[in-house]
């Protein structure tokens, strides 16, 4: 998958990849702060003339979505944000968990897929970019109770005091076994040794089982979510 060097950007502020196996569609990030107006509308120009037919976000905070929004970009789906202390998660004793080896990725991504719609599964160039989102990060793996096999995973990382839970995927197939548990302890516990405070995560205002998981482990939301924002690229020319 290719990584679009956008024109106008500062300091790689803002970079485009096509989206998810969708190569009329490309997803503009900006993971170093708010852009201008002025690197926003090049980069649309950009990504219009390599082809592209629709651009989507990543999930932005409030002010982060302020340029795009004034150039054209609207609303495609709205998440929550919760946050909680790095206090310890009571786990369950039945689960095993181990660090995940390259070798699992493909495995990964198979629970990955069956966890998330479409719009909103993980492909090998999105685990990679979850694991380098923070400056240091781990990931780890849930097995199935009745053999080797994944049954789940997690993608934590850290930036200074403050935590992220990047990736939390169970199989439906071993959902309400206390996997989804484990794991957020787990990188709970991580984050605590390593002197996070806080941790965030965020999740589709429609995945009622996650919100009630994460409820469930005392995080809460916060007052404002993120946004995915779209802009078609087509109807903005007309």
Known sequence: MSVHRLPGSVEGRLRATAWRGDEATA????PRGRPTDAEVAA??????????????????????????????FVEHERLHLLRRDVERVAAP???TLRRARPADHPAVLE?????FRPFWRFDEQRLEEALQATPSARMRVALRPDGDE??????????????????????PACQRA????????????WLRRWGAREVLVNTQEDNEPALALYRALGFELEP?????????????LA
């Open 224 to 236: 404002v979510g993120l946004r995915v924002l779209r802009l078609d690229l087509e109807e903005a």
């Open 178 to 189: 206390g996997i989804g548990t484990a794991l957020v302890a787990d990188g709970v516990r």
């Open 93 to 95: 004793r039945d689960v």
């Open 150 to 171: 994944i049954a789940g995973y997690a993608v934590t990382g850290r930036a200074a005091a403050r935590g992220y839970l990047q990736r939390l995927a169970v199989d």
């Open 27 to 30: 997803q503009l990030a900006a």
């Open 111 to 115: 629970v990955d897929g069956r966890a």
């Open 43 to 72: 980069a649309v120009a950009h990504l219009r003339a390599l082809g592209y037919r629709r651009v989507v976000t990543s999930a932005l905070g409030a002010p982060e979505q302020e340029p795009f929004l004034r150039a054209g």
